[in-house]
């Protein structure tokens, strides 16, 4: 039992990478840290504000923290990443942002395997129904989307984009219609289609996206594609 004990510490200890989350005191962000750092990964959390940096390593003592503008970084700051998490959040008004910081890391990192590259999307480009209609369009049915249609507008257009880059190692990850934050719960994958319960519930905590996550980067089943992930029904 010892023996067994021993070798699993081993296994895991070589499991252990260096993960850099952009935007990591937002919503996704801070389940991502707080996951990775859960597993005793070597975690940098990056965000603008040192507040909330502190903040955030106060209660992860483990992790290192970079107070920096996403669009500043380097690759002398980023320099050892194994894994970068882009779970940058922007506001309507300059949700375009999304797209920006896309396309600067992959030019950062073109024509390499690593780091592989992390991008937290949004649900509007996932499809449903039975004609598989865009879900942003349904977003656009709210009578108060205009305040924020802009956001899901342009995390379609930044999967489009990724869609086409075939020289960076990059996979992007989308939550179900309502995404909030919450403790991870069992949970189900799918691919490019809206996942919807039998009772109608179509949830993703930040909790359950942090786990799926962290379940993605040790074991890696996607490659330069988005999936997508729900919340179970809890009974």
Sequence with gaps: MAYVHLERIFLRRNLLMKIM????????????TAEAARRGHEVTAIARSQQHLAQLQNEFPTIHVLAKDAFDLTTDDLAGAQVIVDAFAAGPSEAGQHVDLAKKLVKMYAD????????????GS?????????FVDDIAQDPKSDAF?????AQLEELHYLQGVKDVNWVGVSPSADFHKGVET???????????????????????MGVAILNEIEKPQHHQARFTVADRDQD
């Design 149 to 153: 249609i802009a956001i899901p507008k």
């Design 186 to 208: 069992d949970y189900t994958t799918g691919t490019d289609e809206l996942l919807v319960s039998p009772d109608g519930h179509s949830v993703t905590t930040s909790g359950t």
């Design 21 to 32: 989350i952009i935007g990591a005191t937002g919503m996704a962000g801070s389940a991502v």
């Design 126 to 134: 996932l499809k449903t129904g039975d004609d598989k209609h865009l």
């Design 112 to 123: 390499t395997t690593t780091p592989r590259l992390f991008f937290i999307l949004g649900a």
